[in-house]
C-alpha cells in the first residue's frame, strides 16, 4: 500500500505499508519471481509508484490496482 494515511483501513490484508512520500523501490527486498500489486485509495498514487517501481526492476511484474480500494470496495 502506498496510502499516505497508514492507519487507513484496507479490505484485504498487505506486506506493506510505505507511503509515497517514502516509497523508494531500491530499498525494497524485491523477490524476481513474485508479482507485486501496488495499492492506493482510487488507483492514481499506485500508479506512479509503480512506474518508479519498473524504473528500477524492469523484470519483475509489477501492477496498479485500477481504481483503488474505493473502487474494489464497491
Known amino acids: ?3 499516505e494515511n497508514l492507519n487507513t483501513p484496507l479490505p484485504f ?5 510505505i507511503p509515497l512520500s517514502k ?3 531500491s530499498d525494497l527486498k ?3 519471481l513474485k ?3 501496488l495499492i492506493c485509495q482510487r488507483g492514481i498514487t499506485s500508479y506512479t509508484a509503480t512506474l518508479r517501481f ?3 526492476y524492469k523484470k519483475v511484474v509489477a501492477l496498479s490496482l485500477k ?3 474505493e ?3 464497491n
Open 23 to 25: 516509497f523508494k523501490p
Open 54 to 56: 519498473k524504473e528500477v
Open 1 to 3: 500500500s502506498v496510502i
Open 13 to 17: 490484508e498487505v506486506d506493506a505499508r
Open 71 to 73: 473502487n474494489y470496495s
Open 30 to 32: 524485491i523477490d524476481p
Open 35 to 37: 508479482s507485486y500489486i
Open 67 to 69: 481504481g483503488g480500494i
